[in-house]
């Protein structure tokens, strides 16, 4: 069974710099899982924001990164806002079509 | 404009069928995996499907053998048949088109279904 994990929580303040990562229960994960990073406020559908480990997807800002760091995929935020106050998701690629989200981070920006 | 545009969803009972709907615009379809992703209120997202543009399918364990996917590029429509239906497939589900390098691109709003006597 895959599993991926992420932080539950996180808090950051205005302004500061938050990683939140993505691991793999089966070992390390590289750029060949093509990690990907989507962004979804309440009620609201989900917004990509990074693909192919450090992509941005059109439109987001700069202050959006991934990356890989150690054995697990990260996304940075640097200078938050309090409108980056949502839940981040992760996406590992398993091969033949098959992805698998991570639980998700609750982003608190106070 | 890329519209992704889900229907279908609704109350049905344990052990009853419904079949989603998501019908797309904007983009060129037929050369775009689909995927559905489904979500619990209040909970994370889930991978449920994906059909290839040539409709290979693959399918999450929970789902396999109770759900089928299925494509008519023409109609830039993709439909999710749901079998056997379990209280615990109550989510909302989001249609989502594939995006670069594997990664999930263009999201629906999400259609709700709920299964539940």
New interface residues.
Partial sequence: QTVVTQEPSFSVSPGGTVTLTCALNSGSVSTTY?P?W?Q?TPGQ????LI??TN?R?SGVPDRFSGSILGNKAALTITGAQADDES?Y?C?L?MG?????????TKLTVL | EVQVVESGGGLVQPGGSLRLSCAASGFTFSTYWMHWVRQVPGKGLVWVSRISTDGSTTYADSVQGRFTVSRDNAKNTVWLQMNSLRVDDTAVYYCVSGGRAYSLGFWGRGTLVTVSS
Avoid: L
């Fill in positions: 093509y990907s989507y979804q559908a989900p917004r990509t693909y192919s992509t997807s839940d998701y996406v690629y033949s079509g098959i992805c698998v989200f991570g639980g998700g």
